[in-house]
Each structure stands twice: as structure tokens, then as C-alpha cells.
């Protein structure tokens, strides 16, 4: 999946500069450069991007009109704020008016590049799946929950849901796939798959690809000592 960037900046070094490290990162693409905001809303309609770079200060208007713009038609296009503000009411004003993530200039591209990254996992998830249960929103807002990690599993593993899902392996006669298990434990088909993931990179559980007649293969999940 390429997602499309439209960039959204007055100083036309700035943008390029913007524009180049976009096209560093895998999975986007600039459709376009604006150094105005009439440009910019010009674009929008033109180029239908999923993402817009967006500084708030011009010459004539503000990005946070352009953003209350983008909102107010309902559109699917996601806004990251890019600015040298640090006001909190400009800061208020952009997460109120549903700025995805706001990075304060100069940008640093390590921020810039964990930003995209996260954006880019969003719409993923997004696609494919139909429902989440609360694991999946966590992850994908970056909430840090109290519950207990176990080991050193990485962030959006607990202890808690963690032990269900290799319950619910040890105990079976048969493997079982992602949704199977999501089905037993009350977890999505994703949510499930990530934990399934993480018992086989630890080796407490194997995977075994089962050939159909059409489509990809299933992969199925069982204990070691099946």
C-alpha cells in the first residue's frame, strides 16, 4: 500500500526539504508541493491524498483553517502539523481539530520518520481489519497500559492476555488459526495473530502453513510437542 502526501508549506526550502525526507521512508510517496494555502486546497481536490504536511503559519491564512476545512467535509484525509508554534492554544487548537500528530520545526527526521511510521500502521490496521478490540486501540494511539509485561515482550504484549492464548494452544487437539483463537479468547483476528506471533519467535508454540485450493496459505498454530 503507497500512501499519497500532499506537503503543505510557505518557505519553499522547508517543503523540499519535507518532501525529501517523506520519500526516504517505505510506503509513501509526494503527490504534490503546496506553498500556499489556496494551492493547497486546489491539490486536495486534485490529488485526493492520504496525508497532508502541514506548516500553520502563512502569508495570507492559517493551516489550522485549512485543517477545520478538511474536517468540516468529512474527508478521510489525515493532517500532520509541522510548525514552529508552541503555543498551547495552537497545540489545543490541532489536536481539537483532529490533527494526527503535531512535530515542532526544525524537524528532526528521526521524529519525522517515527510519525510517517506510525501513520502508516494505522491505515493498515484500518484496512484490514473490521473491528478492535482494546489491544488493537492501544497500540495504535501509543497508550501505555499498567498491566504486567511479561519477560522483555515487546510493547502491546500482557501477561494477562498472553497466558489465555497459550492456554487456549496447550489445551487444543488441533492447531488453529488467528481467528480460532481470537474466537475462543474474545480477541480480534488481529490482536490474536500478534500474540501467535510472539509464541513462535520465542519458541513456545510452532506455525505450520496449511495449503488450500485458492488463496494464500492458513497458517495454523499449535503446540510444540503436538
Known sequence: MILKVLIVEDDINVSRLHSRFAEKIEGFEVAGIA???EDAKEMVQLLEPDLILLDVFFPV??????????????SQIDVILITAAREAQTFRQAIHGG????????VIFERFKKAMERFRKFRQELKTDASFDQDDIDELLEIKTDQ??????????DSITLEKVKQTLFTSNE???AEEVGQLIGLSRNTARRYLE?????????VDLEYGTIGRPEKRFSRINL
Open 35 to 37: 506553498n500556499t494555502l
Open 61 to 74: 491564512g492559517t493551516g489550522l483553517e485549512l485543517l477545520k476545512e478538511i474536517r468540516g467535509q468529512d
Open 99 to 106: 490533527a494526527f500528530d503535531y512535530i515542532v520545526k526544525p
Open 148 to 157: 504486567p509485561k511479561t519477560g522483555d515482550a515487546p510493547k502491546g504484549i
Open 175 to 177: 492447531s488453529l488459526n
Open 198 to 206: 510472539y509464541l513462535v519467535s520465542i519458541d513456545m508454540i510452532r
